[in-house]
Nanobody, 125 residues
Framework: QVQLVESGGGSAQAGGSLTLSCAAS????????IVWFRQAPEKDREFAAA????????YYADSVKGRFTISRDNAKNTAYLQMNSLKPEDTAVYYC??????????????????WGKGTLVTISS
């Protein structure tokens, strides 16, 4: 049974930092591209960042580029999203997803093979 479990969400002030984790089990983690999405209240789920199977290639949405860093540790079956210079508009539920296809530069929610249940990030001004 495949599981992706996000953690690390919570509340922070604008300008602060949070690091999210995505712990995977039940799959060959290194065989999957990992993608972070987010969904703000009353908005569609949107792409935030992606990292290739080996961790050598990353892509970011323009809205987070330069502030967020995606990484992974295949030995620990875990991916991370380091979020700096947070803004109130970063408030959302953050989801990690696994895609068995090779990395591309942007993603829509459809087509992911596995999803986590999400972790809430709330940024106050």
């Amino acid at each position: 049974q495949v599981q992706l479990v996000e953690s690390g969400g919570g509340s922070a002030q604008a300008g602060g930092s949070l690091t999210l984790s995505c712990a995977a089990s039940g799959l060959i983690f290194s065989s999957y591209t990992i993608v972070w999405f987010r969904q703000a209240p009353e908005k569609d789920r949107e792409f935030a960042a992606a990292i290739s199977r080996g961790g050598f290639t990353t892509y970011y949405a323009d809205s987070v580029k330069g502030r967020f860093t995606i990484s992974r540790d295949n030995a620990k079956n875990t991916a991370y999203l380091q979020m700096n210079s947070l803004k109130p508009e970063d408030t959302a539920v953050y989801y990690c997803a696994a895609d068995r296809s090779s990395i591309v530069n942007s993603y829509s929610p459809g087509g992911m093979d596995y999803w986590g249940k999400g972790t809430l990030v709330t940024i106050s001004s």
